[in-house]
């Protein structure tokens, strides 16, 4: 059963590494996938749930061209973190406020955004989790 629940959240994490820089778009499968992680995690001892924390943490280098996919990996991590690991969750909320800041003000061209809604990213991903997780 655990090599089953290793093997599934290898391949969605895996799987985020194709999708080049967007994994995590609105429509993508990555979020999709992602949603379901809270609840194969919850099945993982402690030692292998920091192991495969450790595997998406290397995403960031996949998604590091887009705020907002970083964003929105920083809240999943969040996420995972936030029952188990209160040092972790302290951890990626930090990354989350930096990535949100920088997000906030790494507009200079598109005026158009100035005046749009801010993005609100964290419900996304919640949204994402309690539609399909």
Same mark, same amino acid.
């Given at each position: 059963?655990?090599?089953?629940?290793?093997?599934?959240?290898?391949?969605?994490?895996?799987?985020?590494?194709?999708?080049?820089?967007?994994?995590?778009?609105? *429509? *993508?499968?990555?979020?999709?996938?992602?949603?379901?992680?809270?609840?194969?995690?919850?099945?993982?001892?402690?030692?292998? /749930?920091?192991?495969?924390?450790?595997?998406?943490?290397?995403?960031?280098?996949?998604?590091?061209?887009?705020? *907002?996919? *970083?964003?929105?990996?920083?809240?999943?991590?969040?996420?995972?973190?936030?029952?188990?690991?209160?040092?972790?969750?302290?951890? /990626?909320?930090?990354?989350?406020?930096?990535?949100?800041?920088?997000?906030?003000?790494?507009?200079?061209?598109?005026?158009?955004?100035?005046?749009?809604?801010?993005?609100?990213?964290?419900?996304?991903?919640?949204?994402?989790?309690?539609?399909?997780?």
């Amino acid at each position: 059963m655990e090599n089953e629940l290793l093997n599934e959240i290898r391949r969605i994490i895996s799987n985020r590494f194709y999708e080049h820089n967007h994994p995590f778009k609105r *429509s *993508s499968a990555g979020m999709e996938e992602f949603s379901h992680l809270p609840r194969i995690f919850d099945q993982l001892d402690d030692s292998l /749930y920091l192991s495969c924390i450790g595997e998406m943490e290397r995403l960031f280098g996949v998604v590091r061209c887009c705020n *907002s996919c *970083s964003i929105k990996l920083a809240i999943f991590l969040m996420v995972l973190c936030e029952k188990r690991f209160p040092d972790k969750f302290s951890f /990626y909320e930090m990354k989350f406020r930096e990535l949100q800041e920088q997000y906030d003000w790494d507009i200079p061209a598109l005026k158009i955004r100035h005046t749009a809604p801010k993005r609100q990213f964290r419900e996304e991903v919640l949204e994402a989790i309690q539609r399909w997780g």
